[in-house]
């Protein structure tokens, strides 16, 4: 049966052979998810996402309506916005203290993959709720945790994110918005926000904002910016919503994609009082919600590959669908054929499959660390853990999200003409997947993060601990006979990327550092590549063996083998030409001067 969303056998591979994710629970705090439960809450989040959030995609699309102050979701959304939250999905893998389940982030994931492939714009109001709740268990009082936290995990409330404003943008340093103290230990909110999705809509009775903002008298810079929770209902002693808080919906932006989730522009105190209170600590706050833009930029990861998913299974089934034109060595006369029997289709085919299924063995990996750092007792392994899922970030966020719209753009050429037309699904997945590549930090700022910080973090022992991870796997692979000459082509890969993962670190660290920092955003492409290519070699290196032991999948742990082979013998010489650019550090870049480049 064809798949719609994503493919149901390649997410059992992941985590079942893969990553053997019941091994990696057997006796540990996750020990009572085993196959059977694992399967069975996949198998619910793949109805719901099927039956009740799909149906949205398109719906969606027709985007939210904004009249004088409020925001109304398209239709159908509060209908499967309240069977999501029946189904507890929104806190599965969260403490059942607060109203979560409980469950491996793994398998969350797994699940996600469903919700977020059938409508991204209708997840995303779920998305900036989780990492609210989360940043509030993380850093509230008890009082914020009581009033708020069980009644955002249950989705009876939703959370957003306010950082950015209309001068500021990436510089969040340069905010404007005041914080005023009062006698009671509240604050007097006032300033303005922009894009900030979910900010305002009608499915929910209160909306909590996290808010950045400067304490009057405070340090300039993120040194002065703290934290504040700030309601948009404020909260009566009994925890219901009481009066109307002064945070007010002046618009929304008509966007390129995603127009089923409404992105505001806010006003806090604008015509009365704003009320907020303190999260965390004094000018701090900028390291409280960066807790909740880690999680942010693992989930948009997801978020972009499970556009790219989508659109990789609309292809596939199309291509096989599609009959045009004979083989090019069948003989005169010959009917025509699917256009999947066609070189350059399957070649585009191969390599949007590439790409994705490397990105689903990254992503639940990386659910798979963030289980490790909660089953492990030993300290020194969760902080080792913790700094590898920190490397991981920039490419999960950066790389991943790039490589998704490439897929999306593909997905659009295998359908040809009818791909550009918006009465098919593919063109919808492009333009709504082009904001992941801006969403949580552009993925030039993950490049730069990448480069600035992790490549150096501790006196870069976590990025050597990464290789090591990497090395480690192209040695199992060199076991496998069938593998060897694939694993020693990624072993020279592999080498020659050390080689220019120094001579770029050493550049970052001279005169040269502008000319290295130009470079940044290729050296998280050739980063990403070889994480792929890491993640399609340990997929082959599990399948090559069981393609003769069972032979009802032999095709599919074929095709696992087949993937590798290409993107490692295909795809990775290009990423070669690049290291070389990387390695030479020219200085071009930073030599062009802003007349050069024409315009006036």
Same mark, same amino acid.
Do not use: C, W
């Given at each position: 049966?064809?798949?719609?969303?994503?493919?149901?056998?390649?997410?059992?591979?992941? %985590?079942?052979?893969? %990553?053997?994710?019941?091994?990696?629970?057997?006796?540990?705090?996750?020990?009572?998810?085993?196959?059977?439960?694992?399967?069975?809450i996949i198998g619910e989040a793949r109805n719901l996402g099927i039956k009740e959030l799909l149906p949205l995609q398109k719906v969606g699309d027709d985007g939210c309506v904004f009249d004088a102050g409020s925001v109304t979701v398209p239709e159908g959304f509060k209908r499967a916005y309240d069977l999501y939250c029946e189904g507890e999905w929104l806190g599965m893998s969260d403490d059942p203290e607060w109203g979560g389940q409980g469950l491996p982030h793994a398998v969350s994931m797994a699940a996600n993959e469903y919700f977020y492939g059938s409508c991204n714009s209708f997840m995303l109001y779920n998305m900036l709720t989780h990492g609210a709740a989360k940043l509030l268990e993380g850093f509230g009082t008890e009082t914020q945790k009581k009033q708020c936290l069980k009644k955002m995990l249950s989705g009876e409330w939703s959370g957003t994110m306010l950082l950015t404003e209309p001068e500021a943008g990436s510089d969040v340093g340069a905010l404007t918005t005041v914080a005023t103290k009062n006698g009671d230990g509240t604050y007097n909110i006032s300033g303005s926000k922009i894009f900030i999705s979910g900010g305002e809509h009608d499915m929910v009775a209160n909306i909590i904002h996290p808010v950045l903002a400067r304490i009057e008298g405070a340090p300039e810079g993120t040194r002065g910016i703290s934290l504040f929770l700030v309601p948009k209902f404020r909260i009566n002693e009994d925890g219901t919503p009481g009066e109307f808080n002064d945070v007010v919906c002046t618009g929304i932006e008509e966007k390129m994609g995603l127009h089923g989730n409404c992105t505001c522009s806010l006003t806090l105190g604008g015509k009365g009082e704003c009320i907020g209170t303190l999260l965390g600590e004094e000018n701090k706050g900028m390291a409280a919600m960066f807790v909740m833009m880690n999680e942010a930029r693992q989930m948009v990861g997801l978020q972009g590959f499970a556009n790219a998913t989508a659109s990789y299974i609309h292809a596939l089934n199309y291509a096989r669908e599609r009959v045009q034109t004979k083989g090019l060595t069948d003989p005169a006369g010959s009917a025509p054929v699917a256009i999947i029997n066609h070189p350059d289709v399957k070649r585009q085919l191969l390599i949007m499959k590439s790409y994705v299924d490397g990105m689903r063995s990254l992503i639940y990996y990386g659910g798979l660390c963030h289980d490790k750092i909660a089953m492990t007792d030993d300290v020194e392994e969760r902080k080792a853990t913790n700094e590898l899922l920190e490397v991981l970030t920039p490419i999960i966020k950066g790389y991943v999200t790039d490589k998704a719209f490439e897929v999306c753009s593909h997905g659009i050429q295998v359908f040809g003409?009818?791909? =550009?037309?918006?009465? =098919?699904?593919?063109?919808? %997945?492009?333009?709504?997947s082009r904001i992941f590549m801006i969403y949580e930090g552009t993925n030039g700022i993950q490049s730069m993060d990448l480069l600035g910080r992790k490549l150096g973090m501790k006196k870069g022992k976590p990025f050597m601990d990464f290789l090591e991870v990497i090395r480690r796997s192209i040695t199992k692979a060199k076991e496998v006979e069938e593998l060897a000459p694939l694993a020693e082509t990624m072993e020279r890969f592999f080498v020659r990327y050390t080689e220019v993962a120094t001579a770029i670190s050493k550049s970052a660290m001279s005169d040269k550092v502008l000319d290295a920092y130009a470079f940044s955003h290729p050296f998280l492409e050739v980063t990403g590549d070889l994480t792929m290519a890491w993640m399609l070699l340990w997929r082959a290196t599990v399948a090559a063996p069981l393609t003769e032991k069972k032979k009802k999948d032999a095709a599919f742990y074929k095709g696992q083998v087949t993937t590798a082979r290409f993107f490692i013998n295909t795809m990775l010489p290009t990423a070669m030409g690049k290291m070389d650019a990387i390695q030479a550090c020219d200085g071009a870049v930073t030599a062009m001067d802003d007349a050069g480049f024409g315009g006036k």
């Open positions: 049966m064809a798949q719609l969303i994503a493919d149901k056998r390649d997410i059992d591979f992941v %985590l079942h052979e893969q %990553l053997d994710i019941g091994a990696e629970y057997k006796g540990g705090s996750y020990a009572e998810f085993n196959r059977k439960t694992i399967d069975l003409g009818y791909g =550009f037309v918006e009465e =098919f699904p593919v063109a919808q %997945l492009l333009r709504d």
